[in-house]
C-alpha cells in the first residue's frame, strides 16, 4: 500500500535556509542557474555481453542501461508487435539510504514513467520486431541500474534507456524447421523517434529544473515531462505537493527547449554507431 | 497510427454519442459502506468504484507514524472481475504506481498536521472498470475524506482529457483510450487553482499541451460541482426532505 513517510535524506536546517537564501537571489546552492541542468555524459557500448548498454553520468547521478534481446510470445491485444519492457533498480551501492530488496513504489515509478515515455513516443518501431505474427516476436528488455543516486533519477534513467536503445545491435533472428534460430548477423534497432524528458521539482515558487538529491529533499513537487522531435509524449507529476497550470505550461516549455540539447547530444551517439 | 474505425462521427459526435466537451454521467453516492468511517461509491459512466476512508487511527506498524503529521495511505486496487479479462488480484505495477499518485493527488487538500502520530487509509475498489478509473477513484476518496470529516483545504477534483481523431475531446472512455491518441489525467484543487495529478500517456503537438490541460480542469470543475451536490444531498437532503424533518 502507498503511504507517505518521512523523507529520506534530512537535509539540516542551516542548510535548508542557505538554499532558500540563494534561491531568493536566483542562484542553487551549487551555482546553477534555475533552468541549468548538470553536465551530462553519456557512453555506450560499455556491457559487451549485452546488445545494447550506456552509461549515464548527470552531475553525480550514475545509471547504466543494458539492453537483452531475445524472442517470446507477444503481449497479449499487441500479437503484431515485439515486446519491450524498461525496468528499473536503485543499487544498494547508490546512497546510504537504499537498502537491498523488491523495488518499492518509487522505483516501480520511476521504471514506469521511464517505458512510458519510450512506448508512447514510438521510438522503436516494434512491428518491424515480429517473426511470426501473433506467435513469435522479439522481446526487448532493457533493464537500468542507478549506480549512485544524486536526485533526478527520471532523467538520467530516460537518457539511458534511450542511448542503449539507439546504439544497440539487433541480432538478426530466422524461423527454421519452426523453430526461432539466431543468424549470427545483427542489424540496428528500428528507431522512429527519439523521447527526451525533462524533469523540474517546485521549492515554494521556484521551478527547478533537473533537481539535485539535496534539491529533492526540499521540494514540494516534481514533473516529468517527456517530448519527441514533434511534441510531448508522456507526463508525471509526483510527490506529494502541487503545481499551479501557469508553472506547468513553463515546465512544458522548458521541456521542449532543453529537451533539444539533450536530443541533440543523443543524436550524436546514433551517428557514431553508424 | 492505423485507425480501425472513427471514433468521432462527421456531426462530432463521440462514440457513445457525446460532443467533444461533454463529461459522461457522473453519480456519486456518498456513505455506501456502513463500517467506514467514509465512504463514497461513485459510478462514472461504466466505470463502479467504492472508496472507503478508515482514520484518523492509530498507526500499525508503530514506526511508520510521524511525529509532526497523519500518515497518508492509499490503496487503488481492482477486483478481478473489473476488466474484460480476469485480472490477477496480486497488485500489479500498474496498481503500485496509481496508488502512489493517487495518495499524491490527494495529501495536498488534507491538514495532515492536524492529526499527528496518526493515520488515514484510504481504500479505492474498482467493481467495474472504464476509461478514467484514476480519475474516478480520485474523485470519490476526496468525498469519503470530507465524509470522514478530515480537515481539508480544497475537495481534489478529477477528470482526464485526451486527443481521439486528432481532437482535444473531454474525458476520455475506455475504447477511446485504447484506440485514441493520448489521455492526460488531471487532479485538480478548484478553489485553490493547483494541479494534484498530472500524468500523459500518448503523443500531443505542442500546442495542443495547453489546450488538453485547460480542458482536463474544465472537466475538473464540472466533476467539483457534482462532488459538492453529493456531500449536500448526503448532510441536508433535499429540499422536501428538510421540511419533513421540521415538521
Redesign the interface.
Known sequence: ??????STIIVEHLRKQQMWDALSRGKRLDGRDFSETRPLVIETDVIKKANGSARVKLGDTEVIAGVKVDTGEPF?GLENKGALIVSAEVLPTASPYIEPGPPD??V??L??VVD?GVR???MIDLEKLVLVPGKIVYTIFVDCSVLNADGNLFDATSYATVAALLTSKLPVFEMQDEKVADSGNTQPMPVTSMPVSITAARIGDYVLIDPSAEEEACMDSR?T?TT?E????????????????DQ??KA?EAA?IKGKDVRAKLKGLEVNNG | MTQIRNLIDENGKRIDGRGADELRTVKITVGAVKNADGSAFIEFGKNKILAAVYGPREVHPKH?A?PDRC?????YHMVPFSTD?RKNPAPS??E??I??????SL??ALM?QDYPRAAI?VFVEVLQSDGGSRCAGITAASVALADAGISMHDLVASCAAGKVDNRIVLDINDEEDKEGQAD?PVAY?PR???????????????E???EC??KA?GGCKMVYEIQKQALMQRYFGNETELREEVQ
Not at chain 1, 500500500?1 to 518521512?6: D, G, I, L, N, Q
Not at chain 2, 500518515?71 to 490503496?75: A, F, M, P, Q
Not at chain 2, 485553490?192 to 505542442?206: H, I, M, N, S
Open positions: 500500500m502507498s503511504s507517505s513517510k518521512r497479449e513504489e518509487e516501480v515509478e521504471a514506469r512510458r508512447e513516443s514510438e514533473i515531462i519527441t514533434e511534441g510531448f509524449c508522456a507526463t508525471q507529476k509526483g510527490y506529494t505537493g502541487s503545481f499551479t497550470p506547468i505550461k512544458a521542449t | 511508520m510521524l500518515v497518508l495511505r492509499c490503496r479479462t505495477r500498474r503500485i504506481e496508488s502512489k499518485v493517487m495518495r499524491e495529501e495536498p495532515l487509509d492526460m484543487m485553490l487553482e493547483q494541479v494534484t495529478l498530472l500524468q500523459l500517456d500518448g503523443r500531443l503537438a505542442p495542443q499541451f495547453d490541460l485547460e480542469i
